[in-house]
């Protein structure tokens, strides 16, 4: 499954519930943009199980495994031709 977002970002995702992982590729995210790790975990918190009645009972943990396209905290995208 993917979208296309503005004229230059797709995002796909892939895996199924339950599996080993489920996974997202980002395309055409440009380079040079901070990652803050610490936000990202709080923002994925908002969704872990047990915090309120609406949330999910599932025990999986949600720690993201950035694999590619970050060096140093930064994206590694595609450079801007200017």
């Known amino acids: 499954m ?3 977002i503005g004229k230059t970002l797709k ?3 892939f895996g199924e519930s339950h599996g080993k992982g489920i996974g997202a590729v980002i395309d055409g995210f440009p380079a040079g943009e901070a990652i803050d ?3 990202l975990l709080q923002f994925m918190a908002r969704r872990r199980p047990g915090r309120d009645k609406t949330s999910t009972a599932r025990k999986e943990d949600d720690l993201p495994e950035i694999l590619s396209g970050i060096k140093d905290g930064v994206t590694a995208g595609r450079r801007s031709r200017q």
């Open 2 to 4: 993917s979208s296309q």
């Open 11 to 13: 995002v796909s995702v």
């Open 37 to 39: 790790m610490e936000e």
